[in-house]
């Protein structure tokens, strides 16, 4: 328990580790193996309102137990200048042939061109089964400007805090997960570093194991809409995202 | 049966895709997969008609203090009796203009033949109120028709005051053929002119944007970026008073089961960051069908409740009224609205 807040606290305060692990299609229980997991990937895209953007995102875990596990991921997207720092710790409980984990994120997001931090907690269940995943949760979101102006010094006076937000995701594969490559398609509202309320992104994904060393190569071309239901989806943001997945 | 989980999941992403994009409205796949681009469209069309129609942009005129009426998601079917009272009690209080925040007209011919219908009427009245007949064809403001030479309008020349956005209910199978017909632009702005008692000049601006898509799109932005609201002198201070921004997608989430989007994370700070640069007093939200009222960084945000008799059938304070006093202070009350709505069954 100790050595487990140890690293929650060394990883926190370096911040040195988004989230790519909460997007990835794969399969995510601990082998049984390999107790430490590393997520990278690249981004590039481009966004209504900030144009062409690229950047990183990485992400650790640790396997405590077949159960027990931790996150800590980062990313940055440059020329939209957003950066982002979470820890995420998941619990799996095993059922059947499927899983279902339990994940409670806090995740810090510098939007710094428009002067605003954002800090969000979200607690979801994430279903994992042979061809489909399913994830149900909840964020709470709290924003504030860094630029407060003069005459309202005030904290709450340049908050929010907004009211509970549902997550929802759906994804399924063409193969069997545990399968040495995969192709996949998803919906959710939310990505590696934001949760919205009704804006649907939805792509396609796909991974493969690398003849060396265990790596896997993950990818994702993500499509985010403005607007949903009776607001008719509107090209908002598309990216395609590259990245390895590592596990010793 | 993994084979048949895998079609039920096929199948259940399908329905849930069609869904976003609403089932009645594009289930052409390819619609769903690049999404739309129809607010560009919009903005591209409301800037031209702008450019082309500058010489008759409109300029309102204050005396001293002057109040606005505001009002939401009117949701015009076949019975437009709110929308009536509102352009009524606006009328009866001598607001010097209406503002809609979109979702007008659900998005049926019939209901903006009856819309348009009504607005003709109130604007028949409100000329009647206003201007006398100076001759066959032309009329003159009232008060002036003593002077030698006042200034002639004819009938089509006098704008009515009513300024709308447009909102997601608005553009829906096509309807924003329906909607530009009788309004023309999505993406525009007002300058009122406040004459104050010691004969200065001051001037408030009314910016009306196009977010019934939940985003501006990168037209409108770029429109934004190259300063065509920003209404500053070359040494960078404002030319305006107080302004005013329209909206019909709201920024803040008034309540948690709401049933609507808003805009994107990045797009919500942009536009909270951008309204504090314009120094703006007051924004006006429509959408969502629920009342908010906050201060944020400086920015006062009304969210209003919807005015349609289908959404709230009771009467009640569904309207708000923006007092601007000559000194430029600003204050706002709610309006009653007293149509009631068809009882639920």
């Known amino acids: 328990m100790r050595r487990f807040l140890l690293l929650l606290l060394v990883l926190s305060c370096a911040g040195a580790f988004a989230q790519p692990s909460i997007t990835y299609g794969g399969e995510r229980k601990f082998d049984g193996v390999h107790q430490n997991e590393i997520y990278g990937n690249l981004i590039y895209g481009g966004n209504t309102v900030t144009g062409r953007f690229f950047g990183e995102a990485a992400s650790y875990t640790r396997h405590f137990t077949e159960r027990w596990s931790i996150t800590a991921g980062e990313q940055a997207q440059f020329l939209k200048n957003v950066y982002s720092f979470d820890v995420m710790g998941t619990y799996r409980i095993p059922f059947k042939r499927t899983s279902l984990y339990l994940d409670t994120r806090i995740a810090d997001n510098i939007y710094h061109q428009w002067h605003v931090n954002e800090v969000l907690i979200n607690a979801s269940a994430y279903w994992e089964t042979n061809y489909v995943d399913l994830r149900f949760g909840v964020s709470f ?58 804006n649907i992104n939805w792509g396609l994904r796909f991974h493969a194991t690398l003849p060396w060393n265990d790596i896997k190569i993950y990818s994702e071309f993500n499509i985010r809409p403005a607007g949903s239901m009776s607001q008719l989806a509107t090209r908002y943001e598309t990216s395609l995202r590259v990245g390895l997945k590592y596990a010793w | 049966m993994n084979r048949r989980i895998l079609l039920t999941s096929l199948m259940m992403s399908a329905i849930l895709l069609a869904s976003c994009e609403k089932l009645s409205e594009k289930i052409n796949p390819a619609g769903i997969l690049m999404a739309g681009t129809a607010v560009e469209d919009r903005v591209a069309m409301s800037y031209k008609y702008f450019l082309s129609h500058y010489d008759e942009k409109v300029w309102l005129v204050a005396e ?93 020349e006098i704008v009515y005051p009513f300024f709308p956005v447009v909102g997601n209910h608005d553009i829906m199978r096509n309807g924003w053929a329906l909607w530009s017909n009788i309004f023309h632009s999505s993406f525009y702005e007002i300058d009122v002119i406040v004459i104050q008692d010691d004969g200065n000049f001051a001037f408030d601006h009314l910016i009306f944007l196009d977010s019934a898509s939940g985003t501006l799109g990168t037209t409108q932005i770029r429109l934004i970026e190259e300063g065509v609201l920003n209404g500053k002198y070359d040494d960078g201070t404002s030319i305006y008073r107080n302004t005013f921004v329209f909206s019909h997608t709201n920024i803040f989430k008034p309540q948690f089961n709401e049933f609507a989007s808003t805009f994107p994370r990045e797009e919500t700070f942009y536009l909270l960051d951008k309204f504090e640069e314009w120094n703006v007093t007051c924004v006006f939200c429509g959408h969502v069908h629920t009342w908010d009222e906050r201060n944020f960084n400086g920015v006062h945000y009304l969210t209003l409740d919807s005015m349609c008799e289908a959404n709230n059938p009771n009467p009640g304070d569904y309207l708000v009224r923006i007092n601007v006093k000559q000194d430029g202070d600003v204050s706002w009350s709610p309006v009653h609205l007293s149509t009631a709505g068809p009882t639920k069954k």
């Open chain 1, 141 to 198: 979101i709290h924003f504030h400007k860094n630029d407060v102006k003069e005459q309202y010094q005030s904290y709450t006076d340049a908050s929010y805090t907004e009211l509970p937000t549902l997550t929802v995701g759906f994804g399924v594969n063409i193969r069997p997960r545990n399968n040495p490559w995969n192709l996949g398609l998803y919906i959710r509202n939310f990505d590696q570093y934001y949760y919205e309320n009704w």
């Open chain 2, 64 to 156: 001293g203090d002057y109040t606005f009426l505001v009002g939401a998601d009117s949701h015009v079917t076949t019975d437009p009796r709110r929308m009536d009272e509102m352009l009524a009690i606006g009328l009866k209080d001598d607001d010097l203009f209406y503002a809609h925040l979109g979702d007008i007209a659900d998005t049926k011919a019939e209901y903006y033949i009856t819309l348009d219908s009504l607005l003709q009427a109130a604007k028949y009245r409100y000329v009647l109120q206003n201007y006398v007949l100076w001759d066959e064809y032309h009329y003159v403001e009232k008060g002036t028709e003593e002077e030698e030479f006042p200034t002639l309008y004819t009938y089509e």
